[in-house]
């Protein structure tokens, strides 16, 4: 048999020489085994599929059931990341990893509490006086419940007897409010002052072990090629979520302080607290500025007697707000933060609902998060599975990789 001409042997022989040569059993081809391996990994494509479903749907409840615990903890993460490059770069001074921390912790503090006595402290004074302006506000908007009621007899009568009744000042007791961030977590629930608490507890600690944890995430990789894609992944995750949050509360901060001066040159009062206000309700996109539009609308209601000078505070942001949000934004993130508005608002409406205002504030960072971590590790190919090969994860062709089979492709279909 050894002696005889390759060429005059039976195909099935060559088949199962070739095969043996594979390592496959006598009598089984390589496109057999192609089948089967194929068939296998669509099974545990599916399987992958339907667990994904299963945790997809049942997180949502169980983020929105344990927000006791998972809404600080998540906010004390992106938090944390936020800051790694101030602990890199006094890392890289000679600072200890714990005292990095600590002052990390301790600037953070200092700015939260900035933020709360020019918010909160004049919010608390300036809307304690909004039961005694109902009338100034009934009269500003008389022109337009005048209008609406020439409109509709019915709305008329009961516009004007709501217009024409005289509005009753509540006896409030004066509140005194928060001095710092300490004085509103004491005068807060316990459950307040301990997620608040954990909170920094989980900043510090993050913080101080942040260089160690990393390097053992790097290094206890199996393979060179994979903890270089650890350490990518991770510094793209920092660089993402600071580069986005340092940015963006530049511009916040730029934007509130033009907005201040703006309601200061018009005779607004608390300048600073309202540009507080749109520095912070910016941080949501879409609907905080709008939150804000509407907030200063019922402070300029409570001001001014003029119903076009009441509302020129909101006209002011609104248009403030334009400019900010299709030229100096776009000019400044560039296109490495751009962002899918479809996926900003999934995102929004989902931790919106699942944690109210604070779910709203951390949607676009942790959206970030995981649009980086998924575009290291790839995306879900739900198309391809259901109607292409049956692979779960979609695998880019790099150059210089063989073509692929097109007698497979086409046995597959």
Known sequence: MADRDPELLPPTILDDAADSAFGLPAGVTAEDAMRVAM????????????AGAGLMLGLPFAL????EFFLPLTAALVVAVALVPLLEWLERRRVPSSLAALSCVLLF???ANVALAAIIVPATDFFQLLPS??????ANLQPLLDVYSNLERYANRTLRQIASTPARRPQASAVAPPGSILELAATSAPAAIIQ??????VVFFFLSGWTGMRRRT????????????????IQDVVDDVSAYLGTITFINIALGLIVALALHLIGMPYPLMWGGIVVLLNYIPYFGPVIAALLLAIGGLMT?????LALLPPAIMVGLHLVEANAITPLIVGHRLTISPVLILVSLSFWGWVWGTSGALLAVPLLIILQTVLGAAGKPDIAGFLFEHGTLVRRERRAGDPEPDARADAEER
């Not at 929105?64 to 927000?67: F, Q, S």
């Not at 608040?196 to 507890?201: G, H």
């Not at 790097?218 to 992944?233: E, H, K, L, P, W």
């Not at 001014?304 to 076009?308: A, G, L, S, V």
């Open 39 to 50: 068939r296998r990994d669509r099974l545990l494509a599916a399987l992958t599929l339907t």
């Open 64 to 67: 929105k059931a344990g927000a």
């Open 109 to 111: 503090l200092v700015a």
């Open 133 to 138: 302006r109902i009338n100034r506000i009934q």
């Open 196 to 201: 608040f608490f954990f909170a920094i507890l």
């Open 218 to 233: 790097i290094t206890n990789r199996a393979s060179f090629n994979g903890a270089m894609a650890t350490a990518r992944v």
């Open 304 to 308: 001014f007697t003029d119903i076009w």
